[in-house]
């Protein structure tokens, strides 16, 4: 209507003057939900942290579109039959940022550096014998080749290494660090150089122009051909959604990479922009208390799962983006299968009659949401108003999110509405709901016969041989209803129509080499 | 004088030890730790106890604190938790946007509504009264962070003449950073007009009935000179203790306002640092804010001998 | 610094020998408005053009129309509706919220006014640094302690405003302590404890009524405040408050639903203004034409 | 001789509170002669303030002349026309206010509001507006004149203040002098002083007075003419001989009649002991204090003693800051002296419990407006005092509430009444109600009739003798009217800087003073006497 003329005219204007008070260089601003913790990759850092500096540094792996591992900064990765030894095959004519080739000798110090815990590496634990497998020995036998030894076989050992959150263990040059051995900035191999960083307002990064591009024809993930086109990214901090919205529809970012389903909805609807969506790995839904005495009747838990009309929640949740999905596996998962894909039917009679066979009589069950997280909030919103149809008597708590999160920790909840990040390997995602609570009462499924399977899983390396484990689990947990997952979240990109290229994707995290910027100045 | 200021700074110091005292009980109070909220729903008991340790969490709230004091004392505010900054640099960087924004406001506000308040008085009961009376009540009555919404779409969105979020310093780009400060600026000068122009007001008409005016009159004096060279100064004493009281409420918080045109501010920094349990930067911020208020306070009535000499120090 | 205490309201309350007919303007349109504001939120009790907490997810973000005369929000509900019953649950916490706060300060500004000496510095102390605390900043921790329920908001701005009260009352019963009519009572030979409660508790009454009348604008005030820094009313009820917060997500193409409850919230406090003028006006023979 | 042209005729002057208000000056008029002092005289709510300031066109807000002329060397003055009154204020009338401690502008230095007027009206440089001002204080006694310039009015006492403000007036050489009460604010000496500077200033320049008085003797002093004023009319007009001395007019009459005489005194009945002894009392006021709590304490009162028999009133005289109402607050226990021995009955009040005491002396406050709790009723205010008497029933206490009304001539229906509906007589009424209704042996009596008009203190003071004739108490009655001391005390204390300095029987001290500050005091006063004809005189001064 006429808003939305108004609206686009205004951002017409300010598009025009944009451009031209930067006509030398193709400067692409993205808005970030919160300022970066440091430009020390995987050591202290949050995800925006791990997001601005995926684009500053490249591992030997990294995830492909799909999320599967791919290499990266090696040419070819190869595996013993034993399973412990990964040789690496650095590809040639890799430049650092600072003019030096890559050579085996820096992929070997990093790791040192990464494997020293003064170091403070985020994911030290997952190689140092904590977790999974240890790394025992990183040799460089020459220039363009590195070995890693493991103690024991993991089938999980490339996966890890190329997790955002450990920055995708990237291979940084020696000078990074002053003479001290202190941080000083991140000399890596990628699209972009570190330029500006005013604290708490913009982080901006440069094109490398020497960048050494891998021979694809197009960029895959965190891998691929990355070369980059444009001259710089800006991260504006913008940590108020509804500020970051206007601040696209006035034009002062071309892109929002995480904007809710419900305000992707409207500005779809805005000429000029233009939305991306992509299913991620985050898992939301509603947690009960399986100890609460209450709630330690399954025919009640069953009722609230039966009572949810999934369809028509997740389609205003994600408005209709999202699929519905009762598994703890994502759907974006290669584990996710036509067993996970069953899930729970919306009959409100049977939920009615469980609730008679358990004597509920409208006993008031709290229920915990923040509004920290809008889709966390409305979910909880969305249930309640649907239970209420079964008879169920469920009452909103809205907590500060660090109190809810001190709540989930100790397990003293009726039920929650929350969200998992996303983990990118279903044994990780069970792991992460199953366990004793005596011991830690944040694990909300209680079971020995799921925890005795679940450690199976994640022995077992074969994929043909794990997904019958992870169906069994599924299975039992739609029996079980500790919770009912309801939906797994997207990852939205809104931007102008000006930028060309940009995908969103499972990892649900921005990537800005590949995108062009329309010219819009004339 | 040097009595005066000695005495009051005297006074401040067990009010900011009082102060960090109840800052450090409370914000401990509130359930959820700054580790917890690091790690999220990914915190086992192991990362999250050697999270704790790292952040000097694991010792007694007592011996935290004495810890904290005496590092305070050394001049040292600790770093930030979340951003590991130093909590000074953050404090001096975020409350600069904030005293800019606040100062200016409150300066145009005091300039715009004085006046005003000094003809509505010398015009009472008129028409112009009623009018000037009725906007500022109006205005007193509009909650600001509405008008900053409103004047956020009308100029930000609708008719796109200035930035919609974000804040450049005045130190790298002065007109621009001009551009993102204007609009705070405007909503917090019409929200103060309101509550300076009405006791401007007020103590105008209180002026306006004693004798000395009658005097001034009897000497022949214009009404012009009357309200400019008698009335403004008495009357503008009790205004001054107004603009106290609103500069040391503001300069402790305008994080609404900050929230609304997300500006880097320090309001914004204490609320957030409340719900990332960001526990050094909301002591810091607490104990500026402290000084910020003594100090305003001080330097108030340090000046209000101007205005009323009859008041000694 | 001796600054003068400016003369008590209401204390020397000067006769109206002359009655006057008619109310003044400020006191008619502030009690008119006050008075269509409660009917309002009474109206909410027993009707609303719609059910305020029922989603329609298929009607979301409708403009204002015939059928929802003020649209509806991003879940369907009427806006009407819930302004209707927001101004019952806005209006009532800041009445309890200023209840709590005046109830707190007055006994403790009596007790430091009356014990004096170094618990009076103590308390005092304590107050003022308070004070200085910003009181949203207070409100907002207490809110994270306590939960955020209605009761929590009412807690959290009651002792919040707690303070304000504390040196008003303390002021008053500073400065009449110094009247003849204090004087008086104690020659006759009242204890101090009966001259407290007697006569220097309802002469103080004045004053606080003026202040409890504007710390009941600040508090529908603070409460929409702490609502938009995340920490307010929880759903599904709604306030006006919550209803602005929630609404400046879709302030570039909802706008009405962040207009009407700031235009509620604006008239309230418009009216609690005029209203407030009203009162003080009576209360300070200075103030009288 | 031919009859000079009046400098200023007021012709049926009406002014009206509002447009449709009542009047407050109905069909006004009188004329007045270049250098002659003319008093308007009148209680409260007479009109003769808003009669003179219209005179000047500066009516406060509600006001508004609404007919007649007023006619000023030969000028009609139109208050419409305010440039041309602008002209005319400050140069050729310039006016005197009544409280110097409001009228001249705190945030001012005194050479900044005195040169105002000269730069406004002349065309004089700075250096010679800055000489006239010097000369001028140098004139009426300031010592450092320059620094008096640099400084602001709270630096100097009320009386130096009103001496100020008549230099800064008369540095323009008016032709017409206002004077509205200007003496009323301050204390007898001080009046004396600034009355003789006005009449020395004028006579000097030739300037006519507009002196506006409630005070009957001072008019009679130094005015030539008189006008009466009541309800916005004047009664009679004349020469101060014709009218003050020998009054026609029933309404002068009662005025001059209002004015206390020394009388016949309430019997004292013999006792053996005093009732009330006070003894080498000290009294320390606690300074302002300081960060840690000390402060430097002042001395008010030095080392005071005297005793009151019972049933006998003794009078404690003297001037602002004299010490006297501190002295007593102390003999009441609402202040503490720091040294001596107050005894009443023979107990040391500050030693033993003083419970008894207070049941047996009670106080009657200046101010009736801020003596009575605004939240309670007469009824309840009189009942009050009742609780401490458990003896009486609850009949008894309301019965002993009603006697009390009717003693101070109250009616019964007063007794739901609040005090802001009361007049200040009737609300001193009440005050001597509360004090007398546990019939105490003892009243201290604190200026209890200053803040009231004329005739309503005579109606107090005869009302106050009344009671003690009727229930035989004693009293300390705290004044600085000399008159109304008068009329009342059996004995008089005059009290300066915190000390005794005479103390005597009634008839001596008036007749025969012997400190010379007592002579001063009695000197300034010098009341109108009614004479054995009927008419009247100024009584000759005793020095």
Not at chain 2, 37 to 47: E, I, R
Not at chain 3, 124 to 151: C, E
Not at chain 4, 212 to 218: A, G, P, R, T
Not at chain 4, 456 to 476: H, M, N, P, S, V
Request: aromatic share 8%.
């Amino acid at each position: 209507m006429n808003n939305y003329v108004k609206t686009a005219l205004a951002v017409a204007l300010s598009a025009c003057t944009f451009s031209m008070a930067v006509a030398q260089d193709k400067v692409i601003s993205v808005g970030l939900n919160g300022d970066i913790r440091s430009t020390d990759p995987g050591v202290n850092r949050d995800d925006n942290t791990d997001a601005v500096m995926m684009h500053i540094v490249e591992g030997l792996v990294a995830y492909r579109e799909d999320t599967s591992v791919a290499p990266m900064l090696a040419s070819a990765v190869a595996v013993s039959p034993d399973g412990l030894r990964y040789t690496f095959t650095l590809r040639d004519g890799v430049h650092f940022q600072n003019g030096q080739l890559l050579t085996a000798k820096d992929v070997q110090w990093t790791w040192q550096r990464y494997l020293d815990p003064k170091t403070q590496w985020r994911c030290l634990a997952e190689f140092d014998g904590r977790g999974a497998a240890k790394i025992v020995d990183v040799a460089a036998p020459d220039a363009n080749t590195v070995v890693f030894t493991l103690d024991q076989a993991n089938g999980l050992f490339l996966a890890a290494m190329a997790r955002p959150d450990c920055a995708g263990s990237g291979i940084l040059h020696p000078d990074s660090l002053a003479a001290d051995g202190s941080w000083r900035a991140p000399i890596g191999t990628g699209p972009f150089t570190l330029g500006k960083w005013q604290k708490g307002q913009y982080v901006e990064l440069e094109r490398f122009k020497d960048y050494s591009s891998r021979a694809e024809a197009t960029a895959d993930g965190y891998t691929g051909n990355k070369q980059a086109f444009v001259d710089k990214v800006r991260f504006e901090v913008i940590p108020d959604s509804a500020s970051a919205k206007a601040a696209l529809l006035s034009g002062g970012v071309d892109l929002l990479p995480d904007v809710t389903a419900m305000d992707a909805a409207q500005l779809k609807q805005v000429k000029n922009l233009q939305v991306q969506v992509s299913p991620i790995m985050t898992i939301s839904g509603l947690l009960f208390q399986t100890r609460d005495p209450l709630l330690k009747d399954v025919r009640i838990r069953r009722a609230v799962a039966l009572s949810l009309d999934y369809s028509q929640m997740v389609a205003a949740l994600s408005d209709g983006l999202s699929m519905v999905n009762n598994s703890i596996i994502p759907t974006a998962s290669p584990y996710y299968d036509s067993t996970a894909h069953q899930g729970y039917t919306y009959n409100l009679d049977e939920a009615r009659r469980l609730l008679k066979e358990a004597g509920y009589r409208g006993e008031k069950i709290r229920m915990l949401v923040n509004k920290r997280y809008p889709q966390m909030f409305d979910m909880g919103l969305l249930s309640q108003a649907m239970t209420q149809a079964a008879g169920l008597n469920i009452e909103m708590e809205t907590l500060e999110w660090g109190t809810q999160l001190e709540r989930y920790q100790t397990g003293s909840y009726q039920m929650m509405s929350f969200s998992y990040s996303g983990r990118f390997d279903a044994a990780q995602s069970y792991e992460s709901v199953i366990g004793d609570k005596d011991k830690e009462p944040r694990k909300v499924w209680d079971n020995p016969e799921a925890l005795a399977i679940l450690r199976e899983a994640q022995r077992e390396v074969d994929p043909a041989k794990r997904r019958p484990l992870f169906d069994q689990l599924h299975r039992l947990m739609l029996k079980d209803v500790p919770m009912v997952v309801i939906y797994n979240g997207t990852a939205i990109g809104a931007m102008g129509k000006r930028v060309e290229g940009y995908r969103s994707w499972p990892v649900a995290k921005p990537r800005l080499w590949g995108v062009k910027l329309a010219d819009t100045s004339k | 004088m040097f009595r005066f200021i000695s005495h009051r700074l005297g006074m401040a110091v067990p009010t900011l030890l009082l102060i960090s005292v109840i800052v450090f009980a409370l914000i401990r109070l509130i359930p959820g730790d700054p580790a917890l909220l690091m790690l999220g729903d990914m915190a086992d008991p192991q990362s999250l106890a050697d999270m704790r340790s790292s952040l000097g969490l694991d010792h007694s709230v007592v011996t935290q604190y004495l810890i904290w004091i005496k590092s305070v004392l050394s001049g040292d505010l600790g770093v930030s938790i979340s951003s590991r900054q130093p909590v000074l640099d953050l404090l001096v960087e975020r409350f600069s946007v904030s005293a800019t924004v606040v100062l200016v406001a409150v300066l145009l506000a005091t300039l715009l509504a004085v006046p005003v308040g000094l003809l509505a008085a010398w015009k009472q009961n008129s028409a112009m009264d009623l009018g000037l009376v009725g906007t500022a009540t109006l205005l007193l009555s509009v909650p600001s962070f509405w008008l900053g919404l409103l004047l956020l779409y009308v100029f930000g969105i609708q008719l796109g003449w200035l930035p919609v979020i974000g804040y450049v310093g005045f130190g790298s780009d002065p007109m621009k950073a001009l551009t993102y400060v204007v609009l705070p600026i405007v909503t917090l000068t019409l929200v103060e007009f309101g509550a300076i122009a009405r006791m401007a007001r007020a103590s105008t008409i209180e002026v306006l009935r004693l004798e000395y005016i009658a005097h001034a009159r009897a000497k022949g004096l214009s009404e012009g000179a009357v309200l400019w060279k008698h009335a403004l100064r008495n009357a503008f004493a009790p205004t001054w203790t107004l603009i106290g009281l609103i500069l040391g409420n503001l300069l402790g918080g305008i994080a609404v306002l900050e929230t609304v045109f997300t500006l880097p501010g320090i309001g914004r920094l204490m609320v957030d640092a409340i719900f990332s349990r960001d526990y050094p930067v909301l002591q810091g911020c607490l104990l500026l804010i402290t000084c910020i208020y003594v100090l305003v306070n001080l330097l108030v009535d340090l000046l209000y001998p101007l205005f009323d000499p009859r008041v000694k120090l | 610094m001796n600054l003068k205490t400016p003369a008590l309201p209401g204390v020397a309350a000067i006769p109206p020998r002359r009655r006057r007919r008619y109310p003044p303007l400020n006191a008619l349109i502030g009690g008119g408005l006050l008075a269509a504001l409660v009917l309002l939120a009474l109206l909410g009790v027993v009707w609303t053009p719609y059910d305020p907490l029922k989603l329609d997810l298929l009607s979301r973000l409708h403009a204002p129309n015939a059928v929802h005369w003020l649209g509806t929000d991003e879940f369907g509900r009427d806006v009407f509706s819930r302004l209707i019953i927001g101004a019952r649950t806005s209006l009532w916490i800041s009445l309890l919220s200023v209840s709590v706060a005046v109830v707190c300060g007055t006994l403790i500004g009596m007790l430091a006014g009356y014990l004096r000496g170094w618990t009076d510095r103590i308390l005092m102390m304590l107050n003022d640094a308070l004070l200085a605390f910003p009181g949203i900043l207070m409100a907002l921790g207490i809110m994270a302690i306590v939960g955020a329920s209605q009761y929590g908001i009412v807690l959290a701005l009651g002792i919040a405003y707690t303070p304000s009260v504390v040196r008003v009352v303390r002021g008053s019963v500073l400065s009449l302590r110094e009247l003849e009519f204090i004087e008086a009572s104690r020659v006759i030979g009242n204890s101090e404890l009966y001259t407290m409660f007697r006569h220097i508790t309802p002469n103080c009454l004045a004053p606080l009524c003026v202040l409890a009348t504007s710390m009941f604008g600040w508090a529908l005030l603070s409460e929409s405040a702490l609502s938009f820094l995340g920490l307010g009313v929880p759903p599904p009820a709604a306030t006006w408050g919550s209803m602005l917060s929630a609404s400046r997500t879709y302030i570039s193409n909802a706008p009405w639903l962040g207009i009407f409850p700031g235009i509620f919230i604006s008239l309230t406090l418009l009216a609690i203004n005029l209203f407030g003028d009203a009162l003080r006006d009576r209360l300070d023979p200075r103030m009288r034409k | 001789m031919s009859v000079p042209a009046p400098l200023l005729a007021v012709e049926n002057l009406q002014i009206r509170v509002g447009v449709d208000g009542p009047l407050a000056v109905d069909d006004f008029s009188f004329t007045m002669a270049p250098g002659e002092i003319v008093a308007l005289v009148g209680e409260s709510g007479s009109g003769k303030t808003m009669a003179a300031r219209a005179a000047i066109g500066l009516l406060p807000a509600p006001m508004q002349v609404c007919g007649g002329r007023i006619i000023f060397q030969g000028q009609a003055l139109d208050s419409s026309n305010a440039k041309a009154m602008r002209e005319v204020r400050g140069a050729r009338i310039g006016m005197v206010f009544q409280e110097p401690m409001v009228s001249l502008n705190p945030a001012l230095t005194i050479g900044r509001q005195m040169s105002e007027a000269l730069k406004l009206h002349t065309t004089l440089d700075a250096a010679t507006i800055r000489e006239r001002c010097i000369a001028m204080l140098q004139r009426i006694g300031i010592k450092d004149a320059e620094k008096c310039l640099a400084s602001y009015p709270h630096q100097f006492s009320g009386g130096m203040r009103q001496r100020i403000m008549l230099a800064s007036v008369m540095l323009l050489r008016p032709a017409l002098l206002i004077a509205d009460e200007p003496t009323t604010a301050l204390d007898c000496l001080a009046q004396l002083d600034v009355i003789e500077l006005m009449l020395e200033l004028t006579r000097e320049q030739g300037t006519a007075i507009l002196f506006i008085s409630h005070d009957l003797s001072l008019v009679a002093r130094y005015a030539h003419k008189v006008v009466v004023m009541r309800s916005g009319k004047a009664v009679e007009q004349g020469r101060i001989e014709d009218i003050l001395f020998a009054p026609k007019a029933e309404y002068t009459r009662q005025l001059l009649e209002a004015l206390p005489r020394r009388g016949e005194l309430v019997p004292v009945p013999a006792a053996d002991s005093a009732l009330l002894q006070v003894r080498d009392v000290c009294i320390e006021h606690p300074g302002p204090r300081s960060f840690w709590g000390r402060s430097v304490p002042k001395r008010v009162v030095h080392s005071v003693s005297l005793s009151i028999a019972p049933g006998e009133t003794l009078a404690l005289v003297g001037g602002s800051g004299s010490g006297k109402t501190t002295l007593g607050r102390a003999v009441v226990g609402l202040v503490n002296p720091c040294a001596g021995a107050i005894l009443f009955q023979g107990v040391d009040i500050l030693k033993a419990a003083n419970r008894a005491h207070r049941l047996q002396c009670q106080m009657i406050f200046q101010d009736p407006y801020s003596s009575l709790d605004p939240r309670m009723t007469v009824g309840q205010i009189l009942a009050e005092p009742l609780r401490h008497e458990p003896a009486l029933t609850a009949a008894q206490k309301r019965q002993r509430v009603t006697d009390t009304l009717v003693d101070v001539g109250l009616p019964e229906q007063f007794r739901e009444r609040f005090a802001h509906q009361l007049s200040g007589g009737q609300r001193q009424r009440v005050a001597i109600g509360r004090a007398l209704v546990r019939r105490p042996k003892l009243v201290i009596a604190d200026e209890p009739i200053s803040a009231l008009d004329m005739t309503i203190q005579k109606q107090i003071l005869e009302l106050f003798e009344r009671l003690q004739r009727q229930y035989g108490f004693a009293c300390l009655f705290i004044s600085h009217d000399l008159s109304a001391v008068e009329r009342i005390a059996h004995r008089v204390a005059v009290m300066n800087q915190g000390e005794v300095v005479e103390m005597g029987a009634r008839d001596a001290i008036f007749d025969a003073p012997q400190h010379p500050y007592t002579r001063r005091l009695l000197a300034a006063a010098s009341p109108l006497e009614k004479r054995a004809d009927g008419s009247y005189r100024l009584r000759a001064s005793v020095i």
